[in-house]
């Protein structure tokens, strides 16, 4: 097990790299994320793997228990009502303010192993056959580089893919690969999968129509939380939306947002400017 | 409170599914086979039918076939609950009037999400 010590440590290394704020009592989880990484490297148990950090004062091993860290659970459609609200009204407030050939500009950030972009890029895909959707881009980033990996891949196990789809959207979009499913080509295609840590300014990604950035921010301090809301504020149109995980809130930190009626749906204000 | 018709010849699956279904607060009956099924469902119509495909005496696809035909036989939410998983298979349940479907194994959580897909949640 884990040392106070050592937990204190990675809380440490884990807000400086990537604004994970860690509870203490959430060591069982933190130890049990380690164990296999710590396997790779030779350690008996997260204990050791912290001390070799020590020892060979290894930045490269910090970033790998860092990415260790990060929580990777997602589902397809995560909150079905969220996704009703952001094909309803989101996605519809944006389309009334474009050009009918307007293309979208959509940021999944923090997206882990790649539901939630490939979820938006099936939402596109049939708004599109009722003939009343845009074409988009979809950019979807994670810190983790090992969630991008499997992201960009597109192949989900049977589990993964009967959370959140329906049986008619699996089999419309999904090929059967052996015990696994990969989204078709037109879906993977959608969307453009990159690195991208959110303590960074997100430079020349912008400006976006659409934000996504769920159950992310709610891992962060107040401070790390504002200041990446207003990174992601400044990478969106003016008239731009943010979605949220369905308990987070961003206009309690800072005026770069306002509350929408739908839950976890936010509006960039246009007034708003970026502190130089 | 809504009723599910559990149809399956295995007694671990249809007791596993009925602890996870009564937790979603259905009232649970059980039948082991598609006859069985299909006189549970003369009796009183379900709300729901989750359905195993290979089965003695009557399957899965057949007792669907024909429940579709009987006199309010079109009103249960038919959810699949099988190993089969060939696309061909699935469009055939489809065809023959399922409304969802769930590959075995399955959990919990796909329960529940399937039937929040086809509407009983």
Known sequence: MLSDAQFALIARQAKRRIGLALKPERLAVIDARLAPLARREGCACAGELIQATQERCDDLLWDAIVDALVDPSTNFFRDRDAWRALRDHGIANILRGRAANARLRIWSAGCATGQEPFSLAILLDELREEGQGATAEIIATDVSARLIDKASAGIFSQFEVQRGLSVRRMIARFERIGDMWRVNDRVRAAVRFDAHNLLHEPAGMGPFDLVLCRNVLSGMDDEDRKATLERLAGSLAEDGMLMLGAEEDAADVTDAFSRTNETGLFLRNAYWRKAA | ?121
Request: hydrophobic share 45%; glycine share 6%; net charge negative.
């Open chain 2, 1 to 121: 409170m809504k009723s599910c018709l559990v149809v399956d010849d295995s007694r671990v699956i249809r007791k596993v599914a009925r602890r996870i279904l009564e937790d979603l607060d259905f009232e649970i009956e059980e039948a082991a086979d598609g006859l069985e099924a299909l006189q549970a469902c003369r009796k009183a119509m379900p709300d729901a039918i989750l359905l195993d495909w290979q089965m003695p005496v009557m399957s899965g696809i057949d007792f669907l076939r024909t429940l579709r035909n009987e006199q309010g036989g079109e009103r249960p939410v038919v959810v699949f609950c099988t190993t089969e998983n060939d696309v061909e298979r699935i469009s055939e349940a489809i065809k023959a009037g399922a409304d969802e479907y769930i590959m075995k194994p399955f959990d919990g959580d796909i329960l529940h999400s399937k039937f929040a897909e086809a509407g009983l949640i």
